[in-house]
């Protein structure tokens, strides 16, 4: 029996390798038609991009880590500005000050509301533009105006101080109940009589993020602004509100979903996105 040379042996070995591992994939990224996709293609069009919107699962440690990769791959090649739906607009100063090292995560903790998750899914980032003295912008509404409009409805923020205006959209501001994202929302509002309390309290949130975002985006720029999937799911949301201030902004959107295999995506799941970061729904949460 002839013996295998070392080269090939070496090959064979890593090709056996390769199999097993790709066996179960953590993950797989598909693109705008559905078809496997690689990170480089999505390297390549958030390049082309002036604002990129991350729709992420929140618990899920597979798209916080990508966030990071991708802010990391584009940060040598971009000028980027990141912004996060987990922070809320009122707690930009103490944001600042922790960017600029004048006070500690500890202080951070104590001066603005961080979600639960903060430390494990989002430190990162925020950590790692501090590092690179890249600008974060809280985008979200403050909760408190959010659930004002949930429970008493929009036009109860008509009556809020100026001081406090300053941390939403101005208003007026467009909403379509048409749209099917907040259609649906009407609908599962306690079989509709909510009225459209539930699905403004999402649109308000939505129009914050999105005047924040073009507030401090300047020409030239990558925005990667990291979301929740709804908020920016089959282009609406978040997107929809861009495009009514400013139509020729290149946005490229990713969706995160879960399936309990993610071989080929789900037709629920297909056009949601540019591209779509399947997760298997047994990947471990980080909460």
């Not at 929140?58 to 966030?67: C, Y």
């Not at 500890?106 to 501090?130: C, E, H, I, Q």
């Not at 997107?239 to 995506?265: A, C, D």
Request: hydrophobic fraction near 40%; proline fraction near 5%.
């Amino acid at each position: 029996m002839k013996f295998l040379s070392p080269l090939f042996s070496i090959l064979f070995i890593l090709f056996t390798m390769s199999s097993f591992a790709q066996d179960k994939p953590a993950y797989l990224l598909y693109n705008k038609k559905a078809k496997k996709t690689k990170f480089k293609k999505v390297i390549k069009a958030c390049m082309k991009a002036d604002i990129v919107l991350f729709g992420e699962l929140h618990n899920n440690p597979i798209g916080h880590w990508l966030q990071l990769e991708l802010a990391k791959d584009l940060y040598a090649k971009r000028d980027l500005v990141i912004g996060l739906e987990m922070l809320e607009t009122d707690n930009q100063k103490a944001l600042d000050q922790y960017l600029a090292g004048t006070i500690d995560a500890v202080g951070l903790d104590s001066m603005a509301r961080l979600w639960g998750n903060y430390k494990t899914d989002y430190a990162p980032v925020v950590d790692f533009a501090k590092e690179k003295k890249i600008q974060v912008i809280a985008t979200n509404i403050p909760r408190r105006y959010a659930s004002i409009v949930f429970k008493k409805g929009i036009e109860q923020l008509d009556t809020l101080p100026a001081a406090e205006k300053k941390w939403i959209v101005p208003l007026p501001m467009p909403f379509d109940i048409n749209l099917p994202g907040y259609k649906a929302m009407l609908d599962m509002g306690m079989g509709g009589h909510m009225g459209e309390n539930f699905p403004k309290a999402q649109a308000i949130k939505d129009a914050t993020m999105a005047h924040f975002i073009l507030k401090n985006y300047q020409s030239g720029q990558l925005f990667i602004h990291l979301n929740g999937s709804y908020h920016s799911d089959n282009y609406e949301g978040i997107l929809w509100y861009l495009q009514q201030q400013q139509p020729n902004l290149k946005v490229v959107t990713l969706s995160s979903v879960y399936q309990s295999t993610i071989r080929e995506l789900l037709p629920d799941n297909k056009g949601k996105a540019d591209f779509t970061l399947a997760v298997p729904e047994s990947m471990t949460k980080t909460y």
